[in-house]
């Protein structure tokens, strides 16, 4: 009998909660300010977390409004999917352009998203740059080394993470200049790479632990700003940046999800915080987390923290994205061939 | 006392009204498990049975069934043994601690399984507390099938436990003592007095294991490894097709999944009715 009437209260305590939560989904009171969203890749929480309040001083200097700004973080593929599926987000900043392209091609962004933004809508910049243990201890200088029968590799499954399809093409990118285009010789090169490789992680900071923590292979190979941020998270003494001779141009893509701004009539602010990425001042704050960026007063500024290397465009080297994803990434492409047995 | 007031409330039905009863639980079944059901198979139908068989039947995939099931039927058969034996233990011995163990077997219920995947690779890493020794000793774990293995016993030994542990409860020990008196040695009491009588719980709790590992992702992703052809499991596969964008070949191989889980499943029940009528001579 007891356990009827305590059941009973806890019905009807539920029941008055649910209403109240019900009650509290009213309409939004005029007098809000204005809200943000910014969906974005996985590891850049730290980033917008100093980013965003800058904004806001910002925009409150420039427009005398106050405004606040709302982030959402997860893989760059899961974000773009979210959003067809209904996320209602303001702006992309993507750490992969395919990504962007899926949201032009469902027409949620303008198809001419690259051309809207100084360096095709890339406010800062990365490379692929290895991770090694102390000492260097298997002499890693260049790609060549890391196909070596000696060398054992982590980074994450090209198949799931941005990071990973970027490490591909790095080195695939550095073979056809090494082998002068060559596709036989290219072709064993990469198998001995991708047959290097100890662990298939599905994300950038599962490979990171994996080499880290567990301290599975000799070399991680990740983002550059990624590499750096390891480096002081982890301690200086344990590992050693390599960033090779030549690379890839790992852009981070920014992109105004104009069908959703527009419907939140947040279309000036969304322009606005993209456009507060170029300023110099965030563009200082993006060199403090190991990202290059274009503004030249502030290149100077952190030349020390970026080796000089020879940064290849995937569009240069590949003829354009959707290319490079149909050809090598696409079930039964390059990539599949490759890891065939 | 209780249990004869009980019975008698039963003929009166305590839940209010059968049709509203049945129409609620109806109504839930449909949303909760049909519903998703059926975008399966209206994502399935896009595909023409060429293109269905193309996808199903690639290396790749075909070699990560191969892993799945290796690795889910040894996780199954070590939880058959040792979920028995710890149920057995929980019945039948009284010792300190024993309330706390018990609430431990639901411990893999309670973890968020990618927890449980992260903590198990750390552990038995070749850097790991565990793995660190096993590796001196020419067994390696984390990153390899016996991880994957390994994982999946973590995460799906309590089927077996709570699946046995009231059946047993149900067997008072005079049984096994009775059968001892009669002249049984302990190992023949234990093989054809008590073991008949587990025997469907038993099978039940390390069939659902079995499913519930075919179907492992979070636990089993972060020690596994990934390496094509040798450590990439099924759900991986359809991790992949996903963030390839590749909604139909996703489903194509998840309608592989759950049509192995449901025909075990199946087979199980079927199976179990039939142990019983046999039981219970043809009555229940």
Excluded: C
């Excluded at chain 1, 939004?28 to 806001?56: H, M």
């Excluded at chain 1, 290219?186 to 080499?211: C, H, P, Q, S």
């Excluded at chain 1, 030349?303 to 569009?315: A, I, M, Y």
């Excluded at chain 2, 199954?76 to 309330?99: D, H, I, S, T």
């Amino acid at each position: 009998m007891l356990r009827l009437a305590s059941s009973r209260r806890w019905f009807a305590a539920s029941t008055l909660g649910l209403a109240l939560a019900l009650g509290s989904i009213g309409p939004a009171q005029a007098d809000q300010p204005r809200e943000l969203l910014n969906a974005s890749y996985d590891i850049a929480r730290e980033l917008f977390a100093a980013v965003n309040p800058k904004f806001v001083d910002w925009w409150q200097q420039q427009h005398d409004e106050q405004v606040s700004v709302k982030q959402s973080h997860g893989g760059s593929s899961t974000q773009a999917r979210s959003i067809m599926q209904g996320l209602r987000a303001d702006v992309v900043t993507f750490n992969q352009v395919t990504d962007v392209n899926v949201l032009a091609d469902a027409g949620l962004v303008a198809k001419d998203w690259q051309a809207q933004y100084p360096n095709h809508a890339s406010p800062y910049y990365s490379t692929t740059a290895f991770l090694v243990r102390k000492g260097n201890p298997k002499q890693i200088e260049n790609w060549d080394d890391l196909a070596r029968d000696d060398v054992e590799l982590v980074f994450p499954n090209p198949k799931t993470s941005g990071n990973g399809r970027y490490t591909y093409l790095a080195a695939w990118a550095y073979a056809d200049q090494a082998f002068d285009g060559d596709k036989a010789k290219i072709e064993a090169y990469m198998k001995r790479f991708l047959g290097n490789v100890e662990v298939f992680d599905t994300g950038g900071r599962g490979a990171t632990t994996t080499f880290v923590e567990r301290g599975i292979g000799d070399v991680l190979i990740t983002f550059e700003s990624e590499v750096n941020n390891i480096r002081s998270e982890y301690g200086q003494d344990g590992y050693e940046v390599v960033v090779p001779p030549v690379s890839i141009l790992a852009e981070f893509p920014v992109a105004v999800v104009e069908e959703y701004a527009e419907r939140n009539g947040n279309l000036d602010l969304a322009k606005g915080y993209l456009d507060y990425l170029y300023t110099e001042e965030a563009q200082r704050l993006l060199a403090g987390f190991n990202y290059r960026v274009n503004d030249e007063a502030v290149a100077a500024e952190f030349s020390d923290r970026f080796p000089q290397t020879e940064l290849l465009r995937v569009e240069d080297v590949f003829g354009s994205w959707p290319e490079a994803m149909k050809t090598h990434f696409a079930s039964g492409g390059e990539l599949d061939q490759l890891q065939r047995r | 006392m209780i249990a004869a007031t009980l019975r008698r409330r039963a003929s009166r039905r305590v839940l209010p009204g059968f049709g509203l009863s049945l129409g609620v639980t109806l109504t839930f079944v449909s949303l909760i498990l049909l519903l998703p059901l059926t975008s399966l198979v209206g994502q399935l139908s896009q595909l023409s049975l060429s293109q269905y068989w193309f996808l199903i039947s690639d290396p790749r995939i075909l070699a990560s069934y191969r892993v799945t099931l290796l690795a889910a039927a040894v996780a199954a058969l070590f939880n058959a043994a040792f979920g028995l034996l710890m149920a057995w233990v929980l019945v039948r011995y009284e010792f300190p601690g024993k309330r706390l163990v018990d609430a431990l077997m639901d411990l893999p219920f309670a973890l968020p399984t990618a927890v449980a995947g992260v903590t198990l690779a750390t552990l038995y890493s070749s850097q790991g507390w565990v793995g660190r020794w096993l590796e001196t000793l020419g067994l390696p774990i984390a990153y390899t099938w016996v991880g994957i293995a390994l994982a999946m016993a973590f995460t799906s030994i309590p089927f077996v436990v709570r699946t046995v542990q009231p059946i047993l409860e149900d067997l008072p020990s005079e049984v096994d003592e009775a059968a001892v008196t009669l002249g049984a040695r302990d190992g023949h009491a234990f093989r054809r007095v008590i073991l008949p009588h587990l025997w469907p719980a038993l099978v039940t709790g390390t069939g659902l294991a079995f499913v519930r590992s075919l179907g492992e992702f979070g636990a089993v992703i972060f020690i596994a490894g990934g390496k094509p052809f040798e450590t990439e499991i099924t759900s991986l596969m359809i991790f992949v097709k996903l963030q390839e964008y590749d909604y139909a070949g996703a489903t194509a191989v998840a309608s592989i999944v759950l049509a192995t889980s449901l025909a075990l499943l199946l087979v199980i029940n079927l199976w179990q009715g039939r142990f019983t009528r046999r039981l219970h001579g043809g009555g229940a």
